[in-house]
């Protein structure tokens, strides 16, 4: 994909902090967990970006996330208890609604007169989608247009399966690992998965979307286990999009299958990979018991190899991007560092990428 003819007020690597690029997008919405994790009165508590953050549900059904610090000692609130309405800090018994605001102080006598109504804890944006909760760690006004859309299902599923592992690598090489169609045919190289060992020729059509990019739809390969179960022949759509979102979308006829992954960032050089495959066929449900092991295992060959491979960026932090097959990988950051420079500038988001096709091995 080439540079869009919109003009650009600055592309100068200079003008962009360059630490900007080797941490996460402040103004974006970041899966924290699946939706069931706050059910029954549960908290969650989930570090996003170096911030502790608590997740709940109130007793009228809406999610909350607050910063998982009472302002008094700085005690973790998911520490304490939640009946649904109001939060307790087990140190000295602080209540906080899920809108943040202090609501009692029982340690103060009733002679004195502190007023505790202006005390709050920082509350973030969140909504639910596709089965899980998302936050955005922006604490300024945002402007809807001008974020990433929160994934979203077009089907009804008739079952799902959720697995989350913590990887330590930052989050842009966890994200690079979602574009990167290279590493496939040596990280994955099981007898489910990839049952063919030879090398093949690849060429796929690239195209942009708000915020990202999209191989496609495309007929795939049967020889796949994974692939035969559906029948027939499957089209496949994967769509990236920022700020760490990857959406595989495959049907056959009237079957759906979508296998998602997300990478959120937990901090410096930790990231939550978590990845969900729904599907619409009721009769897939029995395989539940087989596939989870097998989602285990191949979410776990991308978190060995990403955590060997951060020790040698942390030893040289260069990247050698090289060919067809390195090009989403420059997308990548071509994509991140024009929602950075845009947000800065006060312009809409211009996606600086254009349709392209896309040779290499795998």
């Known amino acids: 994909m080439s540079s869009s003819a919109a003009p650009r007020a600055s592309t100068a690597d200079d003008v962009l902090d360059p630490r900007a690029m080797r941490e996460p997008l402040p103004n974006a919405w970041y899966c924290v967990g699946p939706a069931s994790a706050v059910a029954g009165g549960k908290m969650r508590a989930m570090a996003l970006n ?42 000295h018994g602080w209540r906080f609604g899920t809108d943040g605001r202090c609501r009692d102080v029982p ?15 920082q509350r973030f944006p969140i909504v639910e989608s596709a089965g899980f909760l998302w936050v955005n760690p922006h604490l300024g006004p945002a402007d809807p247009e001008a974020v990433p859309a929160v994934p979203a299902l077009d089907f009804e599923p008739a079952g799902s399966l959720v697995l989350e592992l913590e990887v330590e690598a930052s989050f842009d090489l966890t994200t690079l690992s979602l574009v990167d169609p290279g590493h496939v045919a ?15 020729e690849k060429v796929k059509t690239f195209q942009p979307v708000p915020h990202g990019f999209v191989m496609t739809s495309h007929a795939t390969t049967t020889s796949s286990p994974v692939y035969r179960l559906l029948g027939g022949a499957p089209e496949v759509e994967i769509e990236f999009r ?32 978590t990845n969900a495959l729904y599907w619409s ?25 990403l955590q060997h491979a951060q020790a040698g960026l942390d030893r040289k932090p260069t990247l050698v991007l090289l060919g067809q097959g390195d090009l989403p990988s420059q997308w990548y950051f071509r994509l991140k560092r024009e929602a950075l420079e845009a947000a800065r500038e006060g312009r809409p988001f211009a996606n600086p990428l254009t349709r392209q096709e896309l040779r290499w091995r795998s």
């Open 281 to 305: 066929m009721p009769a897939l449900n029995l395989l539940k018991p087989v596939a989870r092991p097998l989602m285990r295992q191949f979410l776990t060959q991308d978190q060995q190899v």
């Open 107 to 121: 340690t103060l006598s009733e002679h004195d007169a502190s007023d505790f109504s202006r005390i709050a804890v």
């Open 50 to 91: 170096g911030e502790q953050v608590v997740l709940g549900r109130g007793k009228d059904g809406v999610p909350f996330a607050l910063r998982d610090r009472c302002p008094h000692r700085g005690m973790a609130l998911s520490k304490g208890k939640f009946d649904g309405d109001t939060l307790m800090c087990p140190f």
């Open 186 to 200: 040596f990280v994955h190289d099981t007898w489910w998965f990839r049952p063919s060992k030879e090398l093949r």
């Open 242 to 273: 920022l700020p760490g979102v990857r959406l595989e979308r495959i049907r056959a006829g009237a079957k759906h299958v979508a296998n998602y992954t997300f990478a959120t960032p937990m901090g410096p050089n930790r990231t939550m990979l």
